[in-house]
């Protein structure tokens, strides 16, 4: 049997879920469609042996479950996170590319402008990068793996994801403080943009760039997301500044409040850097990504002075480890790497 590929469209009332995803996870919690002729037919049912239903799957293979089954889905694909990351019998690769795309089916409806952001939903981002970065603390295996399968596309929660494991990578290599720190700063930064949900459509994906109007409403996401992650938890949790302070600069140029260095908290300007490489690296409706090397560049000098100078070398160190590693940044070698960190 086959089943529509990840990303066709579904049928109404239903959503794609690919096969690999669901290898985690041992009992089903919710019953299974596949799409053949003109509705979805159940093909498996809430509570059997899900492993034996993905052993049977053909690879690629996508399934189907209902839109009201889907937070179901997503608390099981949340907690099924640790048991991914630490099964042996894939390749660091492969666990990389399978918690990356559980990581991105458990985010999506929080990025999704109709969907209003509660307090569950927040959690499970919680459950889900937390269990990220264990790993990414304790796996070396796993940082070179993350960093090697990033997606490369500017949706909003790939944006988010990328963030995220280049700030917990980041904050490792620096030693930025204990485990409960990185933690920190692995939620801000994989929540640092939630408020772009709340920009109008037009505004967030023009394909050219914004005029002053356009992007007065742009800068308004920083505020918004700060505030939405206030009124779900009921509280400001310790990470929340970091969406609130992540388009800050050194040198007073960035918004919302245009502070300098001392007033900008140091994981807030460690989520900027990375913030900003990923962007530039990764495709916009406007225009197409940069490579890794011209990337640097600009934030190196056309940008001067608007990070924090210790921890771009920094970030400039770890990209030259992995691109020593995995055979030179396209665009730009090793040696130019450094000469830009220097």
């Known amino acids: 049997m086959t089943a529509q590929p990840l990303f066709a469209p579904a049928p109404p009332g239903y959503e794609p879920v690919p096969a690999r995803v669901l290898t985690g996870i041992e009992t089903l919690p919710c019953d299974l469609y596949i799409w053949r002729g003109p509705r979805p037919i159940l093909y498996a049912t809430k509570g059997g042996d899900l492993r034996k239903v993905v052993a049977r799957a053909q690879r690629g293979m996508s399934f189907l479950v209902r839109e009201i089954d889907s937070d179901l889905l997503r608390g099981a694909l949340a907690a099924s996170l640790p048991r991914v990351l ?13 918690a990356y795309s559980i990581v991105a089916k458990v985010l999506a409806p929080i ?40 997606q490369k596309h500017m949706a909003t929660h790939t944006h988010a994801i990328n963030t995220a494991v280049y700030a917990t990578v980041l904050a490792r290599f620096m030693q930025f403080g204990p485990p409960e720190v990185i933690r920190d700063v692995a939620r801000g930064s994989l929540l640092h943009d939630i408020g772009k949900n709340r ?35 009921g509280y400001p949790p310790s990470y929340v500044h970091i969406i609130g302070e992540h388009h800050e600069r050194c040198d ?61 070398r920094e970030f400039i160190k770890l990209l030259g480890g992995f691109n020593a590693l995995s055979g030179g940044i396209e665009g730009g070698d090793l040696a130019g790497v450094m000469q830009v960190a220097g």
Do not use: C
């Open 199 to 233: 920009i109008p459509r037009v505004v967030l994906d023009k394909p050219a760039a914004l005029d002053a109007s356009e992007w007065q409403v742009m800068r308004s996401h920083v505020k918004a997301g700060h505030d939405m992650i206030v009124r779900a938890l």
């Open 111 to 150: 990025f999704a402008r109709e969907n209003p952001l509660d307090r569950d939903g927040l959690l499970l981002t919680h459950q889900a990068i937390d269990a990220i970065t264990a790993h990414l603390l304790q796996d070396e295996d796993m940082v070179w793996a993350m960093l090697a399968t990033m």
């Open 86 to 98: 630490a099964n042996r019998r894939l390749t660091p690769i492969e666990r990389s590319k399978t």
């Open 252 to 312: 007073g140029s960035g918004y919302p409040a245009g502070r300098t260095a001392s007033g900008i908290a140091l994981d807030a300007q460690l989520v900027g850097i990375v913030d900003a490489f990923d962007a530039l690296t990764s495709r916009r409706p406007y225009r197409s990504p940069v490579t890794a090397f011209d990337a640097l560049h600009v934030m190196r000098v056309a940008m001067r002075g608007q990070f924090n100078d210790e921890i771009l």
